[in-house]
């Protein structure tokens, strides 16, 4: 009696979360990226070039890209794989901002108030769907040379706050 009452009330799900249930993917990881452009690379540009010169046709690098102007735009759904890291796409959802190099093309922490507002709101929906995945940056994982996201991503959950 007591097991039927729990399941009962496990099914009452939010309206968001019943969109993501059907996600069959054990996502394991949450990954933070920087785009390695300019932060005022358009979404366009990014897109072509993965067309055009990965070669990954229509399959974005990441599931969900945050802008300069820090619109956050939905590439792909949750339940399909994504180019973000190398020998992990299977178990991760990864998100990215335009920029993180200055203008000489060293790794910077380049994100506006506002994109690391609309940043931090994101992983925050994404822990919601995946409370046992790991938030971390492309350059957490093993045998990545790369500087990518250009800034410490649990540093940055430590200190940053979401005023609302
Ligand atoms: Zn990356």
Redesign the pocket.
Known sequence: MKSKKLKSKKLNLKPQYQIYKMNTRDIKYI?V??T?TAPTTSLESIKRYWKEVRKWGDTP?YHYLIDAHGAAHHLLEEDKISF??YAHNKACV?L?YIGGIDTNGKPKDTRSIRQQVVMRRLIGDLQERYPKAEVLG??DFANVT?A??SFDVKTWLKHFQLFH
Do not use: D
């Open positions: 990954v990226h920087c390695a690098g973000g890291v990864h990215s492309h350059r790369k990518c996201p």
